[in-house]
T-cell receptor, first 111, second 115 residues
C-alpha cells in the first residue's frame, strides 16, 4: 500500500513562532487532507489539497503532487494550535482504500 | 448540516462481550468509512460503504468484526467476543460522490475500553 511519512514527529515552539510540517507519500494520490486532532480525539479538517496551494487565515498548505510531498505552514503560532497534525492520502486509481494516515506531528506551543 | 455523529462516545466492556457502535453520516453523503485509532498512532482504515454496499474491507477487519449500512444512511459496527487488543478509538467518516472532491469528514469517535 501507499506509504506516508510525516516530519518532524515532535515540535516544541514558543507562541508567535512559525512552523512547517512535511508529508511525503509514495504514490500518486487523488486525495490529500491535513487534519488537526484535538485533545478529545476529534479530527478537524484543515485542508483538502491533492495539489496546489491553499490558505486559511494563519494556516496554509502546498502540495507538489509530481514530487509527492505536501507542506503545512502555521504562522504566528498560538497555544490553541497545540495538538497532533495528521496528513492522510488516498491512492489514485486504487479503488476505495480509504485514507492512509501518517504517524502525525505532535506540536506543542508554549506561552 | 450537522456533521457526522457517533454513538456511544465511550464504551467500557468486559472481554468476551459483544459491542455495537453507530455512525450517522452527513446527510446526502453516500460514502461512509470506518477507521480505528490506537494510542499514539494515526487512524487505520477498516471498511467502506458506497450507499448500502460494502465495497472494501481491510485485512485489519477480522471475522469478529462486522459492519452494516442497511438503508444507505446510518451504519453500525459490531465487534463480537471482544479482546483487550480491540481497545481503541473507532472513527467514522463520510464523503460525497456528488462533489468534485474526495474530502472525508470525521465524527467524534467512540472510545472502546475492553477490561
Amino acid at each position: 500500500g501507499i506509504q506516508v511519512e510525516q516530519s518532524p514527529p515532535d515540535l516544541i515552539l514558543q507562541e508567535g513562532a512559525n512552523s512547517t510540517l512535511r508529508c511525503n507519500f509514495s504514490d500518486s494520490v487523488n486525495n490529500l487532507q491535513w487534519f488537526h486532532q484535538n485533545p478529545w480525539g476529534q479530527l478537524i479538517n484543515l485542508f483538502y489539497i491533492p495539489s496546489g496551494t491553499k490558505q486559511n487565515g494563519r494556516l496554509s498548505a502546498t502540495t507538489v503532487a509530481t514530487e509527492r510531498y505536501s507542506l503545512l505552514y502555521i504562522s504566528s503560532s498560538q497555544t490553541t494550535d497545540s495538538g497532533v497534525y495528521f496528513c492522510a492520502v488516498e491512492r489514485a486509481g486504487g479503488g476505495a482504500d480509504g485514507l492512509t494516515f501518517g504517524k502525525g506531528t505532535h506540536l506543542i506551543i508554549q506561552p | 448540516d450537522t456533521g457526522v455523529s457517533q454513538n456511544p462516545r465511550h464504551k467500557i466492556t468486559k472481554r468476551g462481550q459483544n459491542v455495537t457502535f453507530r455512525c450517522d453520516p452527513i446527510s446526502e453523503h453516500n460514502r461512509l468509512y470506518w477507521y480505528r485509532q490506537t494510542l499514539g498512532q494515526g487512524p487505520e482504515f477498516l471498511t467502506y460503504f458506497q450507499n448500502e454496499a460494502q465495497l472494501e474491507k481491510s485485512r485489519l477487519l477480522s471475522d469478529r468484526f462486522s459492519a452494516e449500512r442497511p438503508k444507505g444512511s446510518f451504519s453500525t459496527l459490531e465487534i463480537q467476543r471482544t479482546e483487550q487488543g480491540d481497545s481503541a478509538m473507532y472513527l467514522c467518516a463520510s464523503s460525497s460522490l456528488a462533489g468534485a472532491t474526495y474530502e472525508q469528514y470525521f465524527g467524534p469517535g467512540t472510545r472502546l475500553t475492553v477490561t
